[in-house]
């Protein structure tokens, strides 16, 4: 059988998450679909990661075993005329067989959009978290350097996965700031469930002064979920890259 | 009755525009509802323009008398705890009994947003309009020069609206390009219908080379609608800001 790797967009707005599951829109499941349509085959996708719902991806990477005659750049097409308009298929190639859109990823860029201002927002709601008190960027840019390393993360982790360990290596992390639109970008080797939101949540808990930058240290350190900031909304968190 | 102005920040994708009709989910009637659920009176609020379905708004302008006691800046919240997600009162306060926000509205600026590339588009789909086929930028800035100025914009109007003149005044028009996503404003004094996307939508004809900079001129002189480009979806349209 032939390995086929998609690269993925989607907007996750309308999304309950990557999964397949039951009950719900799932994106693998509208690709799947698709996939179906184009060559009759009831294959399965294996994604790169699991988004949850509201979750979006400028590249997510997935790949699956086919036995169809479509030469590999040309299932772009033949997948994206029979998808909705919130998922496309950016490239898809034939790679091989030992590719594996999960196991073979040697990392993986989030972004995620805060607006930092008092008036309540509605254009682009989906894809930005509106945070309505001041924040201190400095400060927050100062927090980043505290993530960045190979450290035990199990204090921004959200229960309900199992994994067997919880050390990844943050390889970068950085605010860029335009006007009152705040994007932080992180990089690392891989995610624990919820890492990028809890780690935002925590940023935001520094730009708001109820921790200082030197708390992450400490907070790493004795592993306490409870003394990290909370997990911001999905509809911020963009998959930017998945890297093999 | 003391006169209200409001500033609106609205995402008009899930919205049949502004105006209320008998029929259909308008961005007038949840704001006129909302007002009716903060004071218990039935009003009318005047918005500064007449959008159309899926076209946005970061700007816009509308106000309404009232003989409620809410003090002027207090409507903004008083409104906002009563309108869904989609719509935000961005300020709101007392004006004098002549300000109206249609008639004594000076100018508006507008931006429509192309995402220039070949590769499908789903990440804001709702507010940018994807166009495959490559686009000379610069032939589109040298375009913009033609259109400034005061003109007979005749050729540059969908049918379908009564007005007196066609002849409108362009104070500004000029593309700004960060990779692939283009961003055009234009300033004006008033717009013809669906005046903004007939001229994007001839922009877009000079980028591909199927018209050139100067022919503007003879289609503006000639007025002939058939020799402009075409209306461009909604979508990629929003109301920045209007002038008084």
Redesign the interface.
């Known amino acids: 059988m032939r390995n086929i790797k998609l690269i993925i967009?989607?907007?996750g707005s309308n999304f309950c998450g990557w999964q397949r599951q039951p009950k719900g829109r799932t994106v693998q499941k509208v690709i799947e679909t698709a996939i179906f349509k184009a060559t009759g085959e009831e294959i399965m996708i294996n994604g790169s990661s699991r988004t949850d719902a509201g979750v979006?991806?400028?590249e997510m990477v997935a790949n699956f075993l086919t036995n169809s005659s479509i030469p590999g750049d040309k299932f772009r097409e033949a997948i994206?005329t029979r998808l909705p308009?919130?998922?496309?298929?950016?490239?898809s190639e034939e790679v091989s067989e030992d590719f594996h859109a999960r196991y073979s990823s040697k990392g993986k860029t989030y972004s995620y959009t805060i607006v930092n201002r008092y008036?309540?927002?509605?254009?682009?709601?989906?894809?930005l978290y509106h945070y309505k008190y001041k924040l201190d960027i400095n400060e927050m840019r100062r927090a980043c350097e505290y993530f960045i390393g190979r450290h035990d993360f199990r204090a921004f982790m959200s229960p309900g996965s199992s994994i067997k360990t919880t050390t990844r290596t943050i390889q970068d992390l950085y605010i860029e700031q335009n006007g009152n639109e705040i994007k932080i970008f992180i990089t690392a080797d891989g995610f624990l469930y919820n890492m990028v939101r809890i780690i935002v949540g925590t940023l935001i808990k520094i730009g708001n002064g109820k921790l200082e930058a030197e708390n992450i240290k400490d907070i790493i350190e004795e592993g306490n979920r409870k003394k990290a900031g909370m997990c911001v909304p999905p509809n911020g968190l963009?998959l930017e890259k998945v890297f093999y």
């Open positions: 967009e989607f907007d979006h991806a400028r994206n308009e919130d998922v496309s298929i950016i490239k008036e309540r927002l509605s254009l682009g709601h989906q894809y963009i």
